[in-house]
């Protein structure tokens, strides 16, 4: 069975820094990954997704994410961080077979010092 | 197109009552999933449902149950209230076809209080 983990539960950046939250995954063959975002009281919104090809894939709000095939990662960047960015960050991963339901990880908390 | 919806938004309810949750997924998404979120167990996934029938299982009591009608609404039933239920009740819609990728949008979800 596949799984994901997030290392990190609470990163703590200053507004205009650059961001990464790590995502490792386990999982015989090619997974579909994938990056949510919630803010606090609200649901998960998608904001990126890997499925295949170009392994740097850029989403919603200046997010990219890279798939690392060899580290079995999928992190998450951001050059620039805005205040309004501090939510709980979800790493996803699905599988090209079996169950359609991805395996998310346990989050993690992004606070933003201004 | 609309979002996925969930009502009510809000719920309080005391133990040993039953609730029922509800969600409307995007238009033309066939697969409905529902998932319990709480600071401690994290998000933990409940069932899916794909054209009316229960097509996967996460680990939870009996007391948990769902439904899916033919427009792909579907509902979750909660009986015999415990403290431990009180939660964020999620409900994410997919595609749920290959094509589909295992893509889910979620809803705003349910708060759920067990007093």
């Known amino acids: 069975a596949q799984s994901v983990t997030q290392p990190d539960i609470h990163i703590t950046v200053s507004e205009g820094a650059s961001l990464e939250l790590r995502c490792n995954y386990s999982?015989?063959?090619?997974?579909?990954l994938f990056w949510y975002v919630q803010s606090p009281g609200q649901g998960l919104q998608l904001l990126l997704k890997?499925?295949?090809?170009?392994?740097l894939v850029q989403g919603i709000k200046g997010f990219e994410a890279e798939f690392k095939r060899s580290q079995s990662s999928f992190n998450l960047r951001k050059p620039s961080v805005h205040w309004s960015d501090a939510a709980e960050y979800f790493c996803?991963?699905?599988?090209?077979?079996?169950?359609?339901?991805?395996?998310f990880g346990r989050g993690t908390s992004l606070i933003v010092h201004p | 197109k609309a979002g996925v919806t969930q009502t009510p938004r809000y719920l309080i309810k005391t133990r040993g009552q039953q609730v029922t949750l509800s969600c409307s997924p995007i238009?033309?998404?066939?697969?409905v999933s529902w998932y319990q979120q709480t600071p401690g167990q994290g998000l933990q996934f409940l069932f899916e449902?794909?054209?009316?029938?229960?097509?996967n299982k996460g680990n939870f009591p009996g007391r948990f149950s769902g439904r899916q009608f033919s427009n792909s609404r579907s509902e979750m039933n909660v009986s015999t209230l415990e403290l431990g239920d009180s939660a964020l009740y999620l409900c994410?819609?997919?595609?749920?076809?290959?094509?589909?990728?295992?893509?889910?949008?979620f809803g705003p979800g349910t708060r759920l209080t067990v007093t």
């Open positions: 994410a819609s997919s595609p749920g076809t290959s094509g589909g990728h295992h893509e889910q949008y």
């Open positions: 999982y015989g063959a090619t997974p579909y």
């Open positions: 890997y499925f295949s090809g170009d392994t």
């Open positions: 996803a991963v699905g599988t090209s077979g079996g169950s359609y339901i991805p395996t």
């Open positions: 238009s033309g998404h066939r697969s």
């Open positions: 449902y794909f054209s009316e029938t229960q097509r």
